[in-house]
């Protein structure tokens, strides 16, 4: 008998009728023998509609009430999941993420796990029925509900795993699985059968928007298993460990990111300790800076670009004007395209074949950085769909990797 977390976003749950074919999926997955904890986000667009409330009532939203709004939706979800299961035949027990034993930190609309105690949970498993826990919430250690932000449902099922030692942790989404590209830019962009969590977490901090990069940074730390599939067609999808592949092909995927912008200053005097007071206001002001490129000194001067979040942008200029150290100009008209595979180690010419399909193309480069798996650039928005195309075709990444 297997133990499996799996957690169903809100696309899974968005009515009635999918509810149905949930309950249906975890019926089969217990009738083979199997016992099933699942975690459960808002219904569809609920924490939409809750934040759009929100703004209507008042424009002062302490973070404290907002984390008690944004998670009645996942409340009223597990409730009608739980009646759902029982009017199959199936016994259940909903479970809010306190009642659950998820323990945080005090900081409200994104908490982090700080442990989980899931005793409840296991007195329901013992008791043979399905526990079904609201996502993404949990109780600070002052006793607060707090909310854990955006995909914080994956990081909730990711912790129960760890804790109930589960033999796997399934996300199920709106997408049959990871696939070598955006299917939506490439039509034929390939699911892959198996990652390692490196790659991933690679691709979910270069713009790959599932699953959740804080639920892959946790089960890559405690040794979680993740199987991510679709709820829509109930196929295999990626199976996420620490190896990925048997095989591993020398790039894996093409990820791209229209969510950031770039920062330039100009004429900045090249002394020691300028970069540091720089970054050190941003940090500060709370930006996130990517990508940063510091140009060769001429004269004495020099130029310093970095990327940072379009949502931060005039945050970060208004930081930098700030120190006066340098004539400040902004981009938002920019694109990150970031090549990613575990078998870049060992394989040398990536960098080469990737700048020269680019220039066959003429997509100009702005700024690159690289890790040991990966090589991220900057190019113009309006040419990104470009390469990620011919990146993908460049590398055959349309090719299974036996």
């Known amino acids: 008998m297997a133990l499996y977390v799996q957690k169903f976003g809100g696309t899974s749950v968005a009515d009635p009728e999918r509810i149905s074919e949930v309950v249906d999926h975890v019926r089969r997955t217990v009738a083979r023998g199997d016992q099933v904890v699942m975690v459960v986000s808002a219904m569809g667009k609920e924490t939409d509609e809750l934040l759009r409330l929100a703004n209507e009532v008042s424009d002062v939203r302490p973070g404290r009430e907002m984390d008690m709004l ?57 008791a043979g029925s399905v526990p079904v826990v609201a996502g993404s919430q949990g109780m600070s ?35 049959p699985g990871v696939f070598t590209t955006d299917p939506r830019l490439v039509t034929n962009a390939r699911k892959m059968t198996h990652l390692s969590f490196d790659e991933l977490l690679e691709m979910t901090a270069c713009g790959c928007p599932k699953p959740a990069m804080r639920s892959v940074e946790y089960a890559h730390r405690h040794g979680v298993a993740l199987h991510i599939r679709s709820a829509f067609t109930w196929e295999q999808g990626t199976w996420v460990n620490e190896e990925g592949s048997m095989e591993r092909a020398i790039v894996t995927a093409v990820v791209h990111d229209m969510s950031e912008a770039k920062v330039t200053i100009s004429h900045v005097p090249d002394e020691p300790g300028i970069a540091a007071r720089l970054f050190r206001t941003l940090a500060d002001e709370d930006v996130n800076v990517d990508m940063i490129v510091q140009n060769v000194s001429n004269e004495g001067v020099t130029d310093i670009s970095f990327t940072v979040p379009m949502s931060q942008l005039d945050g970060a200029v208004a930081a930098a004007n700030g120190l006066g150290i340098g004539q400040v100009t902004s981009d938002d008209k920019i694109g990150k395209i970031s090549l990613i595979g575990a078998g870049m180690k060992s394989n040398p010419g990536v960098a080469a074949q990737m700048f020269e399909t680019l220039a066959e193309n003429g997509i100009n480069i702005q700024m690159l950085s690289t890790s040991g798996i990966r090589i991220s650039a900057i190019v113009d928005a309006a040419r990104t769909e470009d390469a990620v195309n011919v990146l993908h075709a460049a590398f055959e990444l349309d090719r299974p990797v036996f």
Do not use: W
């Open 141 to 175: 250690t002052d006793k607060e509900v707090t909310f854990l932000g955006r995909g914080g449902s994956d990081t909730t099922a990711v912790a129960l795993a760890h804790r109930l030692e589960a033999d796997a942790c399934e996300l199920y989404t709106d997408v």
């Open 70 to 126: 944004i998670t009645a939706g996942e409340r009223k979800a597990v409730a009608l999941v739980a009646m759902a299961l029982h009017g199959a035949g199936i016994p259940a027990d909903s479970f809010t993420g306190s009642q659950a034993g998820i323990i945080t930190d005090t900081t409200h609309e994104n908490a982090r796990i700080e442990g989980v105690m899931a005793d409840r949970i296991k007195e329901s498993l013992a």
